[in-house]
């Protein structure tokens, strides 16, 4: 049975992750007058808000200084932060709850591990704070994924080995980081680039302590763990 369970937090927990998008959408049409592409929103999800913003900028083919790029960042964040405010548990993803009992109840150690500066204040308004042992600060690792620093750095704050853990993930760069890691990556969507995951469910609805077990059981054994 597996130790501990690293959860991302936008598109696993709770469907924020389409508003980092709106938000980065508003940036670049009032500083650029610029539409960006629906393809970006794939390659921004999961990675840190400076990678996101360079990979937009990159995109624009827009070079702009220092200073100005932390207050595009400054500005999407507040952006993020407005459309939050009446985020609740109502917004917790389906099945997420249910899931997040099993674990507890089978003493499973739990660990936000999020590219998100703004998850400690994300998970109070979904009133799951108290529910996790562990939260991962993304400030305070050398690389954002899809480097495997942040699943590495909340295994620890748990006091685990990463093969003892599972990871959920919802991104490509995020599910590439659980992997590079050592614990087992868990995929939430239909994306066909998740060739790095281990399991993939299609939806959160899907997520059960049964079959995250049986997978890990198999995991164990190719990877011959113990």
């Given amino acids: 049975m597996f130790k501990g369970a690293l959860f991302d937090l936008d598109g696993v927990i709770a469907d924020t992750s389409s508003l980092h998008f709106q938000a980065w959408q508003k940036l670049a049409n009032n500083y650029f007058a610029a539409e960006l592409p629906d393809y970006l929103e794939e390659q921004t999800k999961g990675v840190s808000r400076g990678d996101s913003l360079q990979i937009i900028l990159d995109h624009l083919d827009v070079g702009v200084s220092d200073s100005m790029f932390q207050q595009?960042?400054?500005?999407?964040?507040?952006?993020?932060?407005?459309?939050?405010?009446?985020?609740?548990?109502?917004?917790?993803?389906?099945?997420?709850?249910?899931?997040?009992?099993?674990?507890?109840?089978?003493?499973?150690?739990?660990?936000?591990?999020?590219?998100?500066?703004?998850?400690?204040?994300?998970?109070?308004?979904?009133?799951?704070?108290?529910?996790?042992?562990?939260?991962?600060?993304?400030?305070?690792?050398?690389?954002?994924?899809?480097?495997?620093?942040?699943?590495?750095?909340?295994?620890?704050?748990?006091?685990?080995?990463p093969a003892e853990c599972v990871g959920i993930e919802d991104s490509i760069a995020g599910i590439t980081a659980i992997s590079v890691s050592g614990a087992l990556p868990i995929a939430i969507g239909t994306n066909a680039e998740f060739k790095a995951a281990f399991k993939t469910f299609a939806k959160t609805a899907e997520l059960n302590l049964a079959d995250v077990r049986a997978v890990y059981d198999i995991f164990k054994k190719e990877h011959a763990i113990w």
């Fill in 72 to 161: 595009l960042l400054l500005e999407k964040n507040e952006l993020y932060l407005a459309s939050l405010k009446n985020l609740s548990p109502k917004n917790i993803l389906p099945g997420i709850s249910e899931f997040i009992a099993e674990l507890k109840e089978n003493e499973v150690k739990l660990a936000l591990a999020s590219a998100s500066l703004n998850g400690p204040a994300i998970l109070d308004k979904l009133q799951l704070t108290d529910t996790f042992d562990a939260i991962a600060d993304p400030s305070k690792v050398a690389q954002g994924k899809p480097a495997p620093d942040i699943f590495l750095a909340a295994a620890k704050a748990l006091d685990l080995e």
